[in-house]
């Protein structure tokens, strides 16, 4: 029974989840669910530059297989690796719940005693496929799922190596998923508690640490090296990776570094329960509530995994709730895994309680996804969002000839380079974004695109555009 039940859970994640993502995607670009940057990372991806730093190299590899694909149009294609990696992900997470559950009761005896037979895998089907799909249908994973962005790639990237700790395999796998994790988003550096946790609970800790740690350097160094390093021939607006100067600029997000931790400190309480609010809508109250009984009893039962879960989520919460933009709260994305795994424990526990006590409630618990579908469908569906790509079709046909369309927000410019750039409407046109304007290389690229010399930095896109005898038309003037 055991053998017939290997795979039952994970595969049921992954294709329900797939099939929800694939009626509620995008059809295209998209700005709801905090999606702006999806058309840099697309244009980046098909025209073989670099996106916004840090650059992203995971996401360029797989979105390159992905842009081949010949269905749909370029920006679909990508929402499309989102939702099919989003969706693995929900697989792995029921498989890493598995993991737990099996090893905690061959140890201790997770959920009640070993009487409690869930250690058998039929016993561990039920809190499996609540954790793969609560994880799948809270709303910010979901949201993330259904668009073109950098954080359903990382969420598999983390469940894998939450996988391969939970396992016991061999340590230079882990770090292999671990480095090229941190190529897909490089907070994934936060999942290095459960990294040692996996490390300390084996023997020869020194040999695993540096069995684990090489494999993950060489792995992050081959994304952010050779694989950025070989896309340096197209111009990107975000620097210059052919100099070692202009690649730590990129690699260090050095754009960015006023944005780490620089929230006020007036503003973290706010903040703060703003990430009190919505880890608490992502299974909702009552999953929340589920959650926390999950961790208190890993604590009891597994102590150092429960410490070193914490920590990762604890590690990707100061970070989300310190990095100072109004959509940073996306950060959290992996640490959802890690918080539906408290989540199946705590229905494992919960269903196990109930079953001598209320046996059709050990069977209600686990309708828990079924809610999370009815309460936040309408939320998260964009397959009818034809809002951004309308909008940039609109500007570039009502734009003069010749025009420098002054742009002054992400979603914004990222839209216009991708119907402008990657799809090639209106070629006589050129987009300046004015927020970028300070930048260099920026400045280099659009001087290039206007047939000058590169401007000195105190004058401004429209004193440039009037030298290139080019008529300005900032894109929020388009009616």
């Known amino acids: 029974m055991a053998r017939r039940s290997t795979g039952i859970a994970e595969v049921a994640c992954t294709v329900v989840l797939l099939i929800v993502y694939a009626a509620t995607m995008a059809p295209s670009l998209t700005w709801a669910h905090h999606g702006a940057d999806g058309g840099d990372l697309v244009t980046a991806v098909v025209q073989g530059s670099i996106p916004h730093p840090p650059g992203f190299p995971t996401y360029l590899l797989l979105g390159a297989f992905f842009v081949r694909l010949p269905w749909g149009n370029l920006a679909w294609r990508l929402n499309l690796m989102s939702a099919v990696l989003a969706a693995a992900a929900g697989g792995l997470t029921a498989l890493a719940l598995r993991l737990l559950l099996r090893s905690g009761t061959r140890k201790q005896g997770l959920v009640t005693g070993e009487k409690s037979g869930y250690g058998c895998a039929i016993c561990n089907l039920r809190p499996a496929i609540c954790a793969g799909l609560g994880l799948g249908l809270a709303p910010l994973f979901w949201s993330q799922a259904l668009i073109a962005e950098v954080y359903a790639p990382a969420a598999f990237f983390a469940a894998l190596v939450i996988v391969l700790a939970l396992h016991g395999g061999p340590t230079w796998a882990l770090g292999l998923a671990w480095g090229a994790g941190m190529g897909a988003h490089p907070t994934l550096v936060f999942l290095g508690p459960l990294v040692v946790w996996r490390i300390w609970a084996g023997e020869e800790r020194l040999r695993q640490l540096v069995h684990t740690g090489l494999p993950a350097l060489a792995s992050w160094g081959t994304m952010y090296g050779p694989v950025l390093l070989a896309r340096s021939s197209v111009p990107s607006p975000w620097g210059d990776v052919s100099t070692l100067a202009g690649w730590w600029a990129l690699v260090s997000a050095r754009l960015y570094h006023g944005y780490l931790l620089g929230l006020?400190?007036?503003?973290?309480?706010?903040?703060?329960?703003?990430?009190?609010?919505?880890?608490?809508?992502?299974?909702?109250?009552?999953?929340?509530?589920?959650?926390?009984?999950?961790?208190?009893?890993?604590?009891?039962?597994?102590?150092?995994?429960?410490?070193?879960?914490?920590?990762?989520?604890?590690?990707?919460?100061?970070?989300?709730?310190?990095?100072?933009?109004?959509?940073?709260?996306?950060?959290?994305?992996?640490?959802?895994?890690?918080v539906a795994l408290w989540l199946g424990a705590g229905v494992g526990w919960?269903?196990?309680?109930?079953?001598?006590?209320?046996?059709?409630?050990?069977?209600?618990?686990?309708?828990?996804?079924?809610?999370?579908?009815?309460l936040f469908w309408g939320h998260m569906d964009v397959s009818d969002d034809w809002e951004a790509i309308e909008w940039a079709e609109r500007v570039l046909r009502l734009a003069p000839a010749r025009a420098a369309l002054l742009t002054d927000q992400d979603a914004h410019t990222f839209t216009l380079w991708y119907v402008h750039d990657v799809r090639g409407e209106r070629p006589d046109v050129v987009i300046v974004d004015q927020d970028l304007w300070a930048h260099r290389p920026y400045r280099h690229l659009v001087s290039a695109a206007l047939g000058l010399e590169i401007p000195e930095s105190d004058l401004s896109p429209k004193e440039v555009a009037h030298r290139a005898e080019r008529p300005t038309l900032g894109v929020n003037d388009v009616q």
Do not use: C, K
Request: glycine share 6%; no cysteine.
């Open 264 to 338: 006020p400190l007036v503003a973290w309480p706010q903040r703060l329960l703003a990430w009190t609010n919505l880890l608490i809508r992502q299974f909702t109250p009552f999953g929340a509530v589920l959650a926390v009984l999950g961790w208190l009893h890993l604590w009891r039962e597994r102590r150092s995994f429960a410490l070193a879960s914490g920590m990762v989520v604890v590690m990707f919460s100061l970070y989300a709730i310190g990095y100072d933009t109004a959509d940073s709260l996306v950060y959290l994305v992996p640490a959802l895994l890690v």
């Open 350 to 374: 919960a269903a196990d309680w109930l079953r001598g006590r209320w046996r059709a409630g050990a069977w209600a618990i686990l309708m828990l996804p079924l809610l999370q579908a009815l």
